[in-house]
């Protein structure tokens, strides 16, 4: 095991955060407040409950895992594209160091920092509504899970991306609506039977309930389902990025 | 003793089906400064690549120290330090963080010293505090060796190291070089300045078309290949060179004033005493003479161009 291999990657990925402070926890923070004033205030007003739970809380575990998502995603594409973008993945292709260290050194980075920003907006809900959180363990849990599973998926984009326009292309066209139409503002069972059944192709939808799950004890889907799911959807994940090192996709020649 | 670097039967075709490389063999001894010389499209980086890691090789082997380059690649590639050609490097970084960041990726413990130490071998020790994208073109080069380096390479490949780095830092590169040489370091280098390689190489390996054409001791490659010529500068101007002297095959110079003669050293008898008989008999008087050895440069330059004239 390569460990400061590794760490040198580790960390130079969170001191790239650090540079980028303002685009990386700034903005998100600040788009939040901007839903929760919109949804929460100006919605809420006139919806007020969900399944018991006032319409301000009801939208937090969405809006975590809405900013979740999208930050997973871009930072890791991001972290490695650019190396390959400027040439400097030349180094990692020549280190001692295996696919999997790379990945956890990247992928590792990046779910950190997602992390972090998920627990920072979690915060930042507590100034707008009063919340309270019925399975911490869970709730993390799949904070965790979900900042993994999407740092993995761009890691893999940005391995497949041959351009800027693909890399901001998945997160803007693919993860944005997936949140939005997979009951980040509402509860799926609100919607006409078909449209609900469509919704369960919708991988997010069990993220999204899961996650609410923790916090409310109200679900979309069952929670076992839902777990079962990001699992799932981790071993995809996986199974990709290891068949890009074993066959050196787009990575070496 | 198990060569630093060996390689057997090594092919490359591009995806694009262009074939790189062809049934490469080659063995690099420890300790050694061998010169890879070839025109551009060789093959060059593409071997170098290929041992380093980062470009798959398509059939063959390679062992770094007896490491095979694939199955043991952890011990293979932690022995080699490389400086690619294309200047490829970070912008926002520090010379000592990215030093630190290279070392740490060859799986080294943390050494300010050694990073200290590459930094004032290479020039850079000033520049610690600027951002890599500050620096010039040629102090980023030197960076980059200052990378190759930080984990202590016992193999450092130099793909064209002094591309774009003035005289004076050339010097001191090389120098630097020579010190590794010193300490036991192998040294892979590539370049197209040929007098650079005729100064340092022990060895040279020139490749055409992907094919190793040759591959020799650098001193026995230019006793071997090595034309040398003799000038002779006359008293009296000649017009035409006396019938007598025929056999030599002279070329007359400087517009009457020099003759000139081609010889081989590598010929049990140069001819020379020979020649300057007949020269006295022929009743020319010199006042001076001089002979000059042709370089690795002309060497390469007619061996390659055989080479391609044999190919069509
Ligand atoms: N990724 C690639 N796909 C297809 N062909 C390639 C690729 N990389 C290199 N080649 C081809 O392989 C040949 C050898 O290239 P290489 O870079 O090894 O040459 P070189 O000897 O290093 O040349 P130079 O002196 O210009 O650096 C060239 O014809 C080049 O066009
Ligand atoms: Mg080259």
Redesign the pocket.
């Known amino acids: 095991m390569n460990f400061y291999g590794v760490r040198a990657i580790y960390t130079y990925e969170m001191a790239r955060t650090g540079r980028t402070l303002f685009q990386s926890v700034v903005s998100p923070v600040i788009s939040t407040s901007l839903y929760f004033i919109v949804f929460g205030a100006a919605i809420g007003s006139r919806i007020t409950h969900i399944d018991g739970v006032s319409y301000g809380a009801f939208i937090v575990p969405g809006l975590i895992m809405l900013m979740l998502l999208t930050q997973s995603v871009t930072n890791a594409a991001f972290g490695i594209y650019f190396p390959r973008f400027v040439g400097t993945i030349y180094e990692i292709l020549s280190a001692p160091i295996s696919a999997f260290e790379i990945v956890l050194g990247y992928v590792g980075a990046a779910a950190t920092k997602s992390i972090i920003l998920g627990l920072i907006i979690l915060a930042t809900s507590f100034l707008f509504v009063p919340i309270h959180i019925e399975h911490p363990f869970w709730m993390l849990a799949f904070l965790f899970l979900t900042a993994l599973s999407f740092s993995l998926l761009g890691f893999i984009l940005g391995i497949w991306a041959e351009g800027f326009e693909k890399l901001q292309i998945v997160p803007l066209l693919i993860i944005t609506p997936l949140t939005f139409l997979g009951g980040t503002f509402y509860s799926t069972s609100v919607l006409p039977p078909f449209w609900r059944t469509v919704t369960l192709f919708n991988p997010l939808v069990y993220l999204i309930s899961g996650f609410r799950w923790s916090f409310f004890g109200i679900a979309d889907v069952n929670v076992q389902m839902s777990v079962a799911m990001t699992l799932l959807f981790l071993a995809v994940c996986l199974a990709i990025v290891s068949w890009f090192f074993k066959t050196g996709y787009r990575l070496k020649? | 003793m198990t060569a630093a670097i060996s390689v057997s039967h090594l092919n490359k075709t591009?995806?694009?089906g262009?074939q790189?490389l062809k049934d490469i063999n080659l063995d690099i001894r420890h300790g050694e400064i061998f010169a890879l010389l070839?025109?551009?499209?060789?093959?060059?980086?593409?071997?170098i690549?290929i041992v380093c890691g980062i470009v798959r090789p398509t059939s063959g082997r390679v062992t770094v120290a007896g490491h095979d380059i694939i199955a043991d690649y952890r011990a293979a590639r932690s022995l080699i330090g490389l400086v690619p050609?294309e200047l490829t490097t970070d912008a926002f970084e520090t010379p000592p963080a990215t030093l630190r960041f290279s070392r740490g990726l060859f799986g080294k413990p943390p050494n300010p010293d050694h990073i200290e130490k590459v930094l004032k071998q290479l020039s850079l020790w000033d520049k610690r505090d600027a951002k890599i994208r500050m620096l010039s073109g040629g102090m980023k080069r030197r960076l980059m060796i200052a990378k190759a380096l930080a984990h202590e390479p016992q193999i450092l490949f130099l793909?064209?190291p002094t591309a774009g780095v003035d005289v004076e830092l050339r010097k001191d590169m090389w120098q630097l070089v020579r010190e590794l040489r010193a300490s036991g370091v192998t040294i892979i280098l590539?370049t197209?300045y040929i007098e650079e390689a005729e100064d340092m190489a022990d060895r040279v390996g020139v490749?055409n078309h992907?094919e190793i054409i040759l591959v020799e001791d650098k001193a026995e490659l230019m006793r071997k290949l090595g034309k040398k010529q003799l000038t002779l500068e006359l008293r009296e101007r000649v017009d035409a060179i006396p019938a007598a002297l025929a056999p030599y095959r002279l070329a007359l110079a400087g517009g009457g004033t020099e003759l000139i003669y081609n010889y081989d050293t590598r010929g049990e008898h140069t001819g020379i005493t020979d020649l300057l008989d007949a020269v006295r008999h022929a009743g020319i008087k010199f006042k001076d003479l001089q002979t000059t050895q042709s370089s690795l440069e002309d060497i390469f330059v007619g061996l390659v161009s055989r080479d391609s004239g044999a190919g069509r």
């Open positions: 020649n | 591009y995806a694009s262009f790189a070839g025109p551009n499209g060789a093959g060059k980086t593409t071997l690549g050609q793909d064209e590539t197209h490749i992907g």
